[in-house]
């Protein structure tokens, strides 16, 4: 009997599991269609670029929808809260629809694959190992908000090196953040059932996989891309 609801538990975290690469995976879809179709516009990248109070407000409208996602998941019903994932990765595709005017399509594609692997690798290590990554947690956050503070500071220093430094090292926080998350992810799902509540952490925890992608992609794209 034991066995039998040990076994149906596993099913239940593998299903769970694959919705939140499914997910994952529309959203970067949705992101990577609509930066494309944004950025053979000129209409609409004027609109989007030519104003800063458009720019920051795309901004500042992404990080509501995520606050507002990660804080309320629990109280919204699964339909909204897909919604609002798919809302986020438009808004993420419209901004980020300027690599297509900064760099070349080739050098997207190419640093879009290298994240792929990445990714996949330091995931697939996350799920896998049996190594307690639990210490990891903190530390790469406490790294997560000195690279936002760095980042803010070379705007006005405008440092080339600096920029260099602050890349390599996003890269290797995102690295490490993937097999973080996921390992964390595996762990919220071990006791949930395939039904809407554990979906709804399911959906979350694919945002938080979807956002390690999306700032991994960047960073590399920043050290490997090659402008136009």
Request: with cysteine; aromatic share 12%.
């Amino acid at each position: 009997m034991n066995s039998f609801v040990i076994e149906k538990a596993s099913a239940q975290q593998a299903q769970l599991i694959r919705k939140v690469y499914t997910w994952m995976f529309a959203a970067l879809l949705i992101t990577a269609g609509v930066a494309y179709r944004v950025s053979t516009s000129e209409q609409l990248l004027g609109m989007i670029f030519s104003s800063k109070l458009s720019f920051y407000g795309l901004i500042i409208a992404q990080v509501g929808i995520v606050w507002y996602l990660s804080s309320r998941i629990q109280a919204l019903t699964l339909l909204t809260a897909t919604i609002l994932f798919a809302a986020y990765s438009i808004l993420m595709g419209v901004t980020m629809s300027a690599i297509f005017v900064v760099y070349t399509q080739a050098s997207i594609s190419s640093t879009f694959l290298i994240t792929a692997m990445t990714f996949g690798v330091m995931s697939l290590y996350g799920y896998t190992t049996k190594k307690d990554l639990t210490s990891w947690g903190g530390i790469l956050l406490m790294a997560v908000v000195g690279l936002i503070i760095a980042s803010v500071v070379n705007i006005f220093l405008a440092s080339s090196m600096f920029e260099f430094i602050i890349s390599c090292v996003g890269v290797l926080i995102f690295i490490g953040l993937t097999a973080y998350d996921t390992q964390k992810i595996k762990a919220l799902l071990e006791n949930h059932q395939d039904n809407e509540e554990g979906q709804k952490i399911a959906l979350l925890g694919s945002l938080t996989l979807y956002l390690d992608f999306i700032n991994l992609f960047l960073f590399l794209l920043r050290l490997l891309g090659n402008r136009k």
